[in-house]
């Protein structure tokens, strides 16, 4: 018999600077979560007529890759 599979720590790590109801606020509609296996945080934004997955170890970092593609 197996031991049973543990999940990984739901709770994101601690923001530096941009909190999620800050990153709501300046991206509407944007969709945005913490993924519990890879602990990054990611969204998915649209640009022109195409979706983009975008990711990032922070909100800071990611608020950054999503203002770098809607440019």
């Known amino acids: 018999m197996t031991a049973p599979t543990r999940f990984a720590d739901p709770t994101p790590p601690p923001g530096r600077g941009v909190t999620p109801e800050v ?3 300046r991206f509407p509609g944007i ?4 993924g519990l296996y890879t602990r990054q945080w990611w969204a998915v934004v649209r640009v022109g007529q195409q ?3 975008v990711e990032g170890p922070g909100l800071d ?3 950054g890759a999503i203002m770098r593609i809607t440019r």
């Open 61 to 63: 970092e990611l608020t």
């Open 23 to 25: 990153f709501r606020r």
């Open 31 to 34: 969709v945005v979560w913490f």
């Open 51 to 53: 979706w983009r997955l």
